[in-house]
């Protein structure tokens, strides 16, 4: 549950559509980081766009939810991203995540998929890397075009 009026974080200007269509159907506002000035062309002007990463930016206030769609899997440091997503999420905040999956793709299918990661993920690795991070993932689930989704908690240990 994110309260109305709470805050979404979202990291990776691309998906701002996706971002605004979440941002209006929870009542949140919505702050779309990206590094790359081009990718913030997309986000739609009922959100706010910065150009920065987590490293530099800090939210006005904890996010209540922090979405990362189709955006980690092109992130050069993925581990030290979504540490610095914890240290903006509040404490009964909620991440979300999907990643395109590699045992998925190798699977036969008829949709050529999107092969320009720098970095291809599974079920397995990602579970590893949540519990790393101390991440609690209540949520896993099969989407379209081959992409699993995650939904996440800080863990209360």
Same mark, same amino acid.
């Given at each position: 549950?994110?309260? %109305?009026?709470? +805050?979404?974080?979202?990291?990776?200007?691309?998906?701002?559509?996706?971002?605004?269509?979440?941002?209006?159907? *929870?009542?949140?506002?919505?702050?779309?980081?990206?590094?790359?000035?081009?990718?913030?062309?997309?986000?739609? %002007?009922?959100?706010?766009?910065?150009?920065?990463?987590?490293?530099? *930016?800090?939210?006005?206030?904890?996010?209540?939810?922090?979405? +990362?769609?189709?955006?980690?899997?092109? +992130?050069?440091?993925? $581990?030290?991203?979504?540490?610095?997503?914890?240290?903006?999420?509040? %404490?009964?905040?909620?991440?979300?995540?999907?990643?395109?999956?590699?045992?998925?793709?190798?699977?036969? $299918?008829?949709?050529?998929?999107?092969?320009?990661? %720098?970095? *291809? $993920?599974?079920?397995?690795?990602?579970?590893?890397?949540?519990?790393?991070?101390?991440?609690?993932?209540?949520?896993?689930?099969?989407?379209?075009?081959?992409?699993?989704? $995650?939904?996440?908690?800080?863990?209360?240990?």
């Amino acid at each position: 549950e994110t309260p %109305p009026g709470g +805050l979404c974080l979202v990291l990776g200007g691309s998906t701002g559509g996706i971002a605004a269509a979440v941002c209006e159907a *929870y009542q949140l506002q919505g702050i779309v980081v990206d590094w790359a000035q081009d990718a913030l062309a997309h986000v739609p %002007p009922r959100l706010t766009a910065i150009e920065a990463d987590l490293r530099t *930016y800090h939210p006005p206030r904890l996010a209540d939810l922090i979405l +990362l769609c189709r955006t980690v899997d092109h +992130l050069p440091w993925v $581990f030290t991203t979504l540490h610095q997503c914890l240290t903006c999420l509040a %404490p009964t905040g909620s991440l979300y995540l999907d990643i395109l999956d590699w045992q998925q793709l190798r699977q036969p $299918f008829s949709q050529r998929a999107k092969l320009d990661h %720098p970095h *291809y $993920f599974t079920l397995a690795t990602m579970t590893r890397l949540f519990s790393r991070l101390g991440l609690l993932c209540t949520d896993v689930h099969l989407m379209p075009q081959r992409h699993l989704a $995650f939904l996440c908690h800080q863990s209360l240990d």
